[in-house]
């Protein structure tokens, strides 16, 4: 079967860097998406990965390494807006988007 | 550029009655919407795919009869819940791709339907 996995939540402290972990296991690969999501709002979109490496975004980076099935999605100078949950998506051989359950991501001051 | 509205953005209703729920991609031509419901603290569940002009593509476990989708032109669909039951409500979203191979889904703000 198709999965996603990431944790469910994590709490970081503002101004810190946190990492947030996917691992993927799909029928296919056509790239690797991170969204943002606030509570009662629909996702944002963060970044796409389809090859390995670091995509870098501003103080937002996502990583991709394909033998290896997984990615992370690095913040920096983390502010309190930045608390959201975080969505990992894959699109597999169908172009259908498979999407984890989202990491909670929690900003201490 | 790529933005996506949807309408309502919240809706309450008598159980038994029928709620549609309207998308469109205002700037862009959507070859395909998505339709997506998220429980509290759950991730995104996809109900549908449609493209424009040809009938919609349900995930398993999706009552076609129950959940109607019409993507009648390059820049509208609409979800249709008919006779809807308090376990309908939830947040549903729609999302809108603008060209076949192009991978990125842009998403409208939600619709939070609830029954009563």
């Known amino acids: 079967g198709q999965n996603i996995d990431q944790p469910t939540e994590m709490t970081a402290t503002e101004g810190a860097i946190v990492q947030i972990n996917c691992t993927y296991q799909?029928?296919?690969?056509?790239?690797l998406f991170w969204y943002q999501q606030h509570a009662g709002e629909a996702p944002t979109f963060l970044s796409y990965?389809?090859l390995d490496g670091l995509e870098e975004k501003g103080r937002f980076s996502s990583f991709l390494s394909r033998s290896k099935g997984y990615s992370y999605l690095l913040l920096k100078e983390l502010q309190m807006k930045d608390s959201a949950s975080y969505l990992c998506?894959?699109?597999?051989?169908?172009?259908?988007?498979?999407w984890g359950a989202g990491t909670k991501l929690i900003i201490k001051p | 550029g790529a933005v996506v509205s949807q309408h309502p953005s919240r809706v309450i209703c008598k159980s038994g009655t029928s709620v549609k729920i309207e998308c469109r991609s205002l700037?862009?031509?959507?070859?395909?919407m998505f339709w997506y419901r998220q429980f509290p603290k759950k991730s995104l569940m996809l109900m549908a795919t449609?493209?424009?002009?040809?009938?919609?593509?349900?995930e398993q476990g999706v009552e076609k009869d129950k959940f109607l989708i019409n993507h009648a032109s390059l820049t509208l669909s609409t979800l249709t819940v008919t006779s809807a039951h308090p376990e309908d409500s939830s947040f549903y979203i729609c999302?809108?791709?603008?060209?076949?191979?192009?991978?990125?889904?842009?998403f409208g703000p939600g619709t939070r339907l609830t029954v009563l």
């Open positions: 998506a894959v699109m597999d051989s169908n172009y259908q988007l498979i």
């Open positions: 990965n389809v």
């Open positions: 999302s809108a791709k603008e060209l076949a191979d192009y991978n990125e889904q842009f």
């Open positions: 449609s493209n424009e002009g040809s009938k919609a593509t349900y």
């Open positions: 799909t029928s296919g690969f056509n790239g």
């Open positions: 700037d862009f031509q959507a070859t395909t």
